[in-house]
């Protein structure tokens, strides 16, 4: 916090961000600073309320109690890997503007919204990757180690 308040010119961004972020475009620096529990969620768009909501590393959820039509944002970036369910059905996601962070659409009446960070086509092909390049150094490391075993 206090880093990114000294050089906002090194905020993070996303390759979905317009613009370099200021301090009007999230509610989180403030509420930390002021040692109040974050709101990640909100409803940007419509009427309604967020009435529970939570977040971890890879995951976040809210409840939400919607009068008509809304767009909940979660203040997390847009990136590819997350997915998100209403009521436990899958549902689009899109990058906000202008920062790229999370946003969908809701329905009116009160739903439950989870959103999840989980693998790409990409990410799964790099994790085979490292797993071959791992079992290859772990062989190598065993043959070393029986050839050193032969020798005494």
Do not use: C
Not at 113 to 134: I, K, M, N, W, Y
Request: hydrophobic share 40%; glycine share 10%.
């Amino acid at each position: 916090i206090e880093f990114e308040a000294k050089h906002p010119d090194m905020r993070g961004m996303t390759k979905w961000s317009e613009r370099l972020p200021v301090e009007a475009d999230s509610p989180l620096p403030a509420q930390y600073l002021a040692g109040e529990p974050l709101a990640r969620a909100a409803i940007i768009t419509g009427q309604g309320s967020v009435l529970e909501q939570g977040s971890l590393s890879a995951s976040a959820f809210a409840r939400v109690r919607a009068e008509g039509p809304v767009r909940l944002r979660f203040y997390t970036h847009y990136f590819p890997g997350w997915r998100a369910t209403v009521d436990g059905l899958p549902v689009e996601i899109q990058p906000d503007p202008p920062n790229g962070l999370i946003g969908l659409d809701l329905p009116a009446g009160e739903h439950r919204v989870q959103l999840q960070f989980g693998a790409t086509p990409v990410r799964r092909v790099s994790a085979a990757v490292s797993a071959v390049g791992l079992a290859l150094v772990l062989g190598l490391w065993l043959v070393d180690r029986r050839r050193g075993d032969l020798r005494k």
